[in-house]
């Protein structure tokens, strides 16, 4: 059984085929009759639109389940939830608190069960693809394989998200600068590392605590929230660590001449990035939401076998 838990898992075959999928001609009968388990501990506004219309653009349908209902491990077991959907689906997608939770769904249902990783503490791997299909889109024509010695910035808060671009991005030989300040850089270890990568055909990584030093030169520039939810508490302490880490016009001129500035959203406009970056011209914002789609149908196909 396949299944999309991180960027690191996945060969670079399997993501190739991913990323043609995800744009290629479709199918529109590929899923007909068959549904999707989409699964939120966590809200989201565009996981949830892009996944229930790629769901709806294959010929499926989607179900979705609130925290509230399940209440995984306090209502019941994670494992048994899996084992629950699994005698309806063929196919869940969750966005949860703990990326653990997705081994043990695995074990419990011995791999019966394909998942899909709409976002977890440790990855978000379907952002990630979005984000490589949109920077494609900008540099070379929709080709992600022609994206080698491109230069990304992510400064800010290193997430989730984080480490997924770095290691879809470093993986298709781009070079990756992450500008944090201490405590708020990404550390080794974990399921989705992109220190851990040895390939010598992969793209450098670069740590500093420097957004100027981050965006010098850089094709892309990236930030994400600096509270995301469940850090409500550390809110101020947030805002004061990071505050020399805005994406504002002036960074973004230290960037190359015809940067491009993401975010994977939602945005707290003023903090992380003022909104004259947001709504630039240069802001490919908005391509990023239409490409969470994309990649949702090149996740779907891939799982189904589709071969485009």
């Given at each position: 059984?396949?299944?999309?838990?991180?960027?690191?898992?996945?060969?670079?075959?399997?993501?190739?085929?991913?990323?043609?999928?995800?744009?290629?001609?479709?199918d529109?009968?590929?899923?007909?009759?068959q549904?999707?388990?989409?699964?939120?501990?966590?809200?989201?506004?565009?996981?949830r639109?892009?996944?229930?219309?790629?769901?709806?653009?294959?010929?499926?349908?989607?179900?979705?389940?609130?925290?509230?209902?399940?209440?995984?491990?306090?209502?019941?077991?994670?494992?048994?939830?899996?084992?629950?959907l699994?005698?309806?689906?063929?196919?869940?997608?969750l966005r949860?608190?703990?990326?653990?939770?997705?081994?043990?769904?695995?074990?419990?249902?011995?791999?019966?069960?394909a998942?899909?990783?709409?976002?977890?503490?440790?990855?978000?791997?379907?952002?990630?693809?979005?984000?490589?299909l949109?920077?494609?889109?900008?540099?070379?024509?929709?080709?992600?394989?022609?994206?080698?010695?491109?230069?990304?910035a992510?400064?800010?808060?290193?997430?989730?998200?984080?480490?997924?671009?770095?290691v879809?991005?470093?993986?298709?030989?781009?070079?990756?600068?992450?500008?944090?300040?201490?405590?708020?850089?990404?550390?080794?270890?974990?399921?989705?590392?992109?220190?851990?990568?040895?390939?010598?055909?992969?793209?450098?990584?670069?740590?500093?605590?420097?957004?100027?030093?981050?965006?010098?030169?850089?094709?892309?520039?990236?930030?994400d929230?600096?509270?995301?939810?469940?850090?409500?508490?550390?809110?101020?302490?947030?805002?004061k660590?990071?505050?020399?880490?805005?994406?504002?016009?002036?960074?973004?001129?230290?960037?190359?001449?015809?940067?491009?500035?993401?975010?994977?959203?939602?945005?707290h406009?003023?903090?992380?990035?003022?909104?004259?970056?947001?709504?630039?011209?240069?802001?490919?914002?908005w391509?990023?939401?239409r490409?969470?789609?994309?990649?949702?149908?090149?996740a779907?196909?891939?799982?189904?076998?589709?071969?485009?």
């Amino acid at each position: 059984m396949k299944h999309l838990v991180t960027i690191a898992e996945l060969s670079l075959e399997d993501l190739a085929s991913i990323y043609r999928l995800a744009t290629a001609p479709l199918d529109d009968q590929l899923m007909v009759g068959q549904g999707v388990a989409l699964v939120f501990e966590r809200p989201s506004l565009r996981t949830r639109a892009s996944s229930s219309s790629a769901i709806h653009e294959l010929g499926g349908y989607a179900t979705i389940f609130g925290d509230e209902e399940i209440g995984l491990d306090t209502r019941e077991s994670a494992e048994d939830v899996a084992r629950t959907l699994e005698q309806m689906y063929s196919i869940v997608a969750l966005r949860l608190k703990d990326h653990a939770v997705f081994a043990r769904m695995a074990h419990a249902t011995e791999n019966r069960l394909a998942l899909i990783n709409l976002l977890s503490d440790m990855a978000h791997p379907t952002q990630a693809i979005a984000d490589v299909l949109t920077i494609a889109d900008s540099f070379a024509k929709g080709n992600v394989h022609d994206l080698r010695g491109l230069e990304v910035a992510y400064v800010g808060d290193a997430t989730n998200v984080t480490r997924s671009l770095a290691v879809a991005l470093l993986r298709l030989g781009v070079n990756v600068r992450i500008g944090a300040p201490a405590g708020y850089q990404i550390q080794p270890g974990g399921v989705e590392d992109p220190g851990s990568l040895s390939d010598p055909k992969i793209g450098t990584l670069v740590l500093t605590g420097s957004a100027e030093e981050a965006v010098a030169g850089a094709n892309v520039v990236y930030t994400d929230a600096w509270v995301s939810m469940g850090a409500e508490s550390q809110a101020k302490q947030r805002r004061k660590k990071l505050r020399s880490f805005r994406v504002t016009t002036e960074l973004m001129q230290r960037a190359d001449k015809g940067a491009i500035f993401m975010h994977c959203l939602p945005a707290h406009r003023g903090d992380e990035v003022t909104d004259e970056v947001l709504d630039a011209t240069y802001s490919k914002i908005w391509t990023q939401v239409r490409h969470r789609r994309s990649a949702m149908i090149g996740a779907l196909r891939w799982i189904k076998g589709d071969e485009g």
